[in-house]
Every structure is written in C-alpha cells, then in structure tokens.
C-alpha cells in the first residue's frame, strides 16, 4: 500500500533511521531506512512529489515540533537531518529533470567571521527538503558574497547564520548592503545568541529558532503571495 510506505519513510526521518546499516535508533536495528524505503517507493511508482509531500516533510515536520517543544535536542535533530539528506539523493534527480518544481531560490551562509556552519547545514537540509533550492555560500561570508549570489537571479529569500555574539554584529552591515542593492529580498536570520529584538533591529524579516520555523514562514509567503 503507498499509504504503508509513505508511513514509514516519515517514521524513518522523524526517528533519524538513515539506511538499513545504521545502528540508530537501536530498536530499528537491521530494518530498512529512508534511504532504501526511498528507493522502494520510486521504482513502485510514486511520484518523488508525493514522497516529498506525504512523508519527507511530515517527517521533519515532527522532528521540527518535537524540538521546539524540548522533547528532542540537537543531536536528534541532526540525525534527523541525516536521513533526510540520504532520502533526498533520490529524490534531488526529479527536481533537476523539471519532474518535481522547487519553489524558490533561497541563500545561505554563516556571516564574515564566524566558521560555525551546523545551524545553517540543518536549516539547509530543511529547506531542501521543503522543496527550496538553495545557494550554500559555506562560512565567513561577508556582504560582497551575498550580493554576488543575489546577482544570480530569482533568489527569493537570504538567510544569516552565526553562532558567536561577536560575530553576530556583522549581521547588520550585510543586511544593510542586501537592503541597498536588493530591497525586495526577504532577510532570515538565526543562531544561538540571536533575538527577535536583535533581528528587528537590524532590519531582517524573520527570525527563528528551528529551521522548521524558517521553513514555515517561507511556505507561508509561498501560499500568500507575498514573493
């Protein structure tokens, strides 16, 4: 039944149970993951859009809830991530083909100063698996690299990582520049000693605590029109 597959791939992302292999969650043990039930739902004829929107997102969906809610810390979230990534190595190919839309272009990077790239891999992952493209400018990204990638075209949303309260202060000069050049894009902003209040002023659009939330409030423009 698909509705059986589909079941549990989402269990299988939501638990963090990455391939057959893998040892994690330890009552999964020798059972396929989401890697191989990917795989399977595919070659049986589900449409990767399903996959995706049926059990790739409702999964992260619960890990993404199950976080805010502190039943979960980042250690899960990351395997989580994890067996999410394998699961979108198979479906990835459908997008490229043009089987399966992505719904924007969305940058990323850690700001000029800061090597720390966790937060932003798992806001990645989540994205991706949200069906957003996303441009990955890795870490010590300063303004000249995010306007050069603004450059490109079509990029609906810029999303600024750091993990230090000194490197945080250069969020703002970059969002100062995207502003200037670029006043229509939308500005995320996320990391450990970040603030709502700190977001505001600076001038960024959004600020969140999980990539869930990042995540949600990009669906949210998407469904109201706003990009």
């Known amino acids: 039944m698909i509705t059986d597959i589909l079941s549990q791939i989402k269990i299988c992302i939501s638990r963090g149970k990455v391939d057959q292999k893998s040892t994690y969650p330890s009552d999964l043990k020798g059972q396929k993951g989401a890697y191989e039930l990917t795989d399977e ?7 990767a859009k399903i996959i995706l929107n049926e059990a790739l997102i409702p999964g992260m969906e619960i890990v993404g809830n199950k976080f805010r809610a502190g039943q979960i810390y980042v250690p899960d979230v990351l395997i989580a991530a994890k067996a999410m990534k394998s699961a979108m190595e198979l479906i990835k190919p459908y997008f490229i083909s043009g089987d399966v ?3 924007g272009k969305v940058i990323l990077g850690t700001v000029a100063g800061d090597l720390h790239d966790i937060g932003k891999n798992l806001l990645k992952m989540t994205l991706e698996g949200g069906g957003w493209e996303i441009i990955d400018l890795g870490v010590d990204a300063g303004a000249e690299k995010f306007l050069t990638a603004l ?3 079509d990029v609906k949303a810029v999303g600024l990582s750091a993990l230090l309260t000194t490197t945080m202060l ?3 000069p970059i969002a100062e520049s995207i502003r200037k050049f670029y006043p229509d894009a939308l ?3 996320g990391g450990a000693p970040l603030s709502d209040s700190f977001a505001q002023e600076i001038g960024a659009d959004f600020y969140g605590e999980s990539p869930q939330e990042a995540l949600e409030f990009l669906n949210e423009k998407i469904e109201f029109g706003k990009f």
């Not at 739902?41 to 449409?47: D, E, M, P, Q, T």
């Open 187 to 189: 500005i995320m902003v």
């Open 151 to 153: 450059g490109s075209g």
């Open 41 to 47: 739902a595919l070659n049986s004829g589900i449409h």
């Open 101 to 103: 839309k992505y719904r």
């Open 170 to 172: 250069n969020m703002g």
